[in-house]
C-alpha cells in the first residue's frame, strides 16, 4: 500500500507540518514529521481540514494525480466553454437558439434537444460549449461557490437600446472573473439600431474595440434573421485560441454542477460541466454532500453516452441526493472512499446547521429581554 511522509502531504496541502500531527495525535496517532501514513488515514486528515475532494482524488493515489501538474504531453485542447450574458430582452435567448438551430448536424436533425442547462455546438470551425445561463445571477452564485466553468462570456448588447444597467453588471462581472468579452451587437435588424453608440458606450466602461485601438472584438448580428452568426462563433473560437485551452483527458473526471434536478423516473440528475479528465457509465463520485456511480449519461441531445471529455456538459443519473448548481464534481476510486467523504461532509453541514440554529435561538433570546 501507498504511503505519504507527514512532511510531504504538509507541503503539498500548504500546512504547517506541526498541523498535521496535532491532528494525528488527536486520532490516536503519535507520529514525527519523517514518518509516513497510509492512504486511509491521509484521507481522513485531509476530510479534517476541510481539504474538498479535488484533493482527495489524489489522496488515495498516494498524492501523485491532481497536485502534480499534468504532463504536457498529456495535456490536450478542448472546446471552450461559452456565457451569453447582458440586460433583459436583448436576445440572449434568441441568440443561443439561433446559434443551435443553425449548427445542427445532418445526424441530429430531428432529434429533440434536451434542456439540460448547457449545450455543446458543432459549428464549422470547431466545437463550442455553452452555457445557457440566463442573465448574471448563475455566473455569480457559480463563482461565489468557487467554481470558474466560463473561458469566455459573449456579451449580448441591443443596438436599438445601447448599454443598461445590467450590461454594465455584466461587464463588471466579466471583468472580475477575469475572463474575456466578446461584445454581440444584436437587433442589427431593427431600424433604429445604433451599432456606433453600444461601442461608444462600451469603450467607457475600458472595453475598446479594436477600430478604436483596443483589443475587444464587437460583433453585429441579428438573433432574429440569424446575420452575423457564423462571423461571431469565428470571432469566438479566435479568441478562445488565444486562451489556449487545454485539458488532461486521460484521468479521472473533475467538473462543477450547472444544474440539478429531481427527475420521476430517474431521481436526482444534474448536468456535470468535465473540466479535467473523462466520465465513464460505472465511475464513483463524490458531489457536494452526496455521492454516486454514474448509472448512466446522456448528452444535449439525450443521446446516451459511455464516456465524456473536458469541456463537456452531460446530464448524470446515478447520485443519492439533489446536488446544487456550483457543486464540485469529483470521481473517485470506490465507493468505499465516496461514502466515507460524503458522510464527513454531511456531519459538518448538520454541525453548522446546529451552530447557527442555537445562535439564532440565544439572539432572539437576548433581543426578547
Ligand atoms: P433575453 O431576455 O436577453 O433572453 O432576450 P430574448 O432572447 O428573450 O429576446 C427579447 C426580445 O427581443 C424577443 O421579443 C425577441 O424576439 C427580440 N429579439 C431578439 N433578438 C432580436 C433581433 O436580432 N432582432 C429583433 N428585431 N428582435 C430580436
Ligand atoms: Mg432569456
Known sequence: EEAIRVSDMAKQMGLKAQEIIKILFSMGMM??????????????????????????GFLEEGFTQTLEEDKLE???????????????????????????????????AGGITQHIGAYHVETSRGIITFLDTPGHEAFTAMRARGAQVTDLVILVVAADDGVMEQTKEAVNHAKAANVPIVVAVNKIDKEDANPDRVIRE????????????????????????????????????????????????????????????LDKGRGPVATVLIQEGSLHEGDVFVCGLYQGKVRAMLDDKGQKIKEAGPSYPVEVQGFDGLAESGDEFVVVADEKIARRIASARQTKEREKTLAKASKVTLDSFLASK
Not at 31 to 56: H, K, P
Not at 208 to 214: H, M, N, S
Not at 218 to 242: C, H, P, T
Request: net charge negative.
Open 74 to 108: 498529456d495535456l490536450a485542447p478542448r472546446p471552450p466553454v461559452v456565457t451569453i450574458m447582458g440586460h433583459v430582452d436583448h436576445g440572449k435567448t434568441s441568440l443561443l437558439d439561433a446559434i443551435r438551430e443553425t449548427n445542427v448536424t445532418k445526424g441530429e
Open 202 to 261: 462600451l469603450s467607457e466602461m475600458g472595453l475598446l474595440a479594436e477600430a478604436w485601438g483596443g483589443d475587444t472584438i464587437f460583433a453585429n448580428v441579428s438573433a432574429k434573421q440569424r446575420i452575423g452568426l457564423d462571423e461571431l462563433l469565428e470571432m469566438v473560437l479566435l479568441q478562445a485560441e488565444v486562451l489556449d485551452l487545454k485539458a488532461n483527458p486521460g484521468k479521472r473526471a473533475r467538473g462543477h454542477i450547472v444544474e440539478a434536478r
Open 31 to 56: 507520529t514525527t514529521i519523517n514518518q509516513s501514513i497510509d492512504q486511509d488515514t491521509a484521507t481522513l486528515v485531509a476530510t479534517e481540514f476541510g481539504y474538498e475532494v479535488e484533493q482527495v
